[in-house]
């Protein structure tokens, strides 16, 4: 007589071994592209192995990829999980990096990513100074220089619970086109809302669930405010926020289950929404259209800039 019952119970051990995941060929910014990349995280969680198969994949925005990849580094080093890639049509396994090419529009496109641990504090910036002549431009890179070393300053300040193993605590990237140039800083540990709902405990008996988690995103960009004791810090956000002006730029932040996007470009637009599921990373990005940079008004700018700075 057949067991059946110990058969479906081998069959669900054996399913739960191994998967493959096909990915739909284009991912872009948006709130649904986040949810399907969260389903994708949560759907690795079921097995032990995991094969990702990027081949039918022809792009992965900016931002989607350093979700997946910080994804990723936590399915492995806090998981457990062995995580293969498929990219392209023969079939070999890959690594993680490679499918970067996919954030590419053309050829010409400039992509840097790295990640790091939270003891290489200058180690972004110095890559951020290997690529100045990618930018191209010596009064924003001076302004992005000020945005990184506060954003990193951040992560270190407020992640300490991330994982750490070896360098992958936090990842900095450079992307340029012929139109844009972007920047993003992200980390895997507390997300926004964590960070101020903890700092104001005094302030409220519990967790108001009602309450938007993006809303915390908004806060975080007033100025001087800051959850460090003593008030100490409190630029990063706000400065980043200024220079996005500045340049009619945008602004968006990924954390836990906030998704937060600035635009400063024809209308100016806001959008402050929350995800169904929490992403296990924070992502900061900027980005800004090389158009609106012009170097003798930016002169101007920060001339005037520092002036006020010597006035107030």
Not at 37 to 66: E, G, P, R
Not at 83 to 91: A, H, N
Not at 105 to 127: A, G, H, I, T, V
Not at 168 to 194: A, C, D, H, P, W
Request: charged residues 30%.
């Amino acid at each position: 007589m057949i067991n059946l019952k110990k058969d479906e119970e081998k069959n669900e051990n054996k399913n739960q071994t191994y998967g493959i995941i096909t990915i739909k060929d284009k991912i872009h910014n948006s709130k649904e592209e986040f949810m399907y990349l969260i389903s994708l995280y949560n759907q690795a969680k079921s097995y032990n192995t995991v094969t990702y198969d990027f081949s039918n994949c022809k792009y992965i925005s900016f931002i989607c990829l350093v979700i997946f990849k910080m994804c990723v580094d936590r399915l492995e080093l806090q998981d457990h999980k062995k995580i293969f890639i498929i990219l392209g049509d023969d079939k070999n396994k890959v690594r993680i990096k490679e499918i970067e090419n996919l954030s590419k529009e053309n050829q010409d496109d400039f992509l840097f990513l790295s990640n790091y641990s939270d003891k290489q504090r200058d180690m972004p910036l110095d890559d951020l100074e290997r690529y100045e002549k990618v930018i191209n431009n010596s009064f924003l890179y001076t302004r992005l220089e000020q945005i990184v070393g506060e954003l990193v300053g951040n992560v270190i300040t407020h992640s300490n619970d991330g994982i750490d193993y070896g360098q992958y605590k936090m990842y900095f990237g450079i992307r340029v086109t012929s139109k844009l140039v972007q920047i993003i800083v992200s980390n895997n540990g507390k997300s926004f809302s964590e960070v101020i709902f903890n700092s104001e405990k005094s302030k409220q008996n519990e967790y108001d669930v009602s309450y938007k988690d993006s809303r915390f995103i908004n806060t975080a960009l007033q100025p001087k405010f800051t959850t460090r004791p003593n008030n100490v810090g409190g630029l990063g956000l706000s400065v980043m926020d200024k220079l996005v002006s500045d340049y009619f730029g945008k602004i968006e932040i990924i954390s836990g289950k906030a998704y937060f996007c600035k635009e400063y470009k024809d209308d100016y637009i806001k959008i402050i929404n929350d995800l169904l599921y929490p992403i296990p990373c924070t992502v900061v990005f900027i980005e800004i259209e090389k158009e609106n940079i012009n170097d003798k008004e930016l002169q101007s700018l920060v001339d005037l800039t520092m002036l006020n700075s010597m006035l107030i």
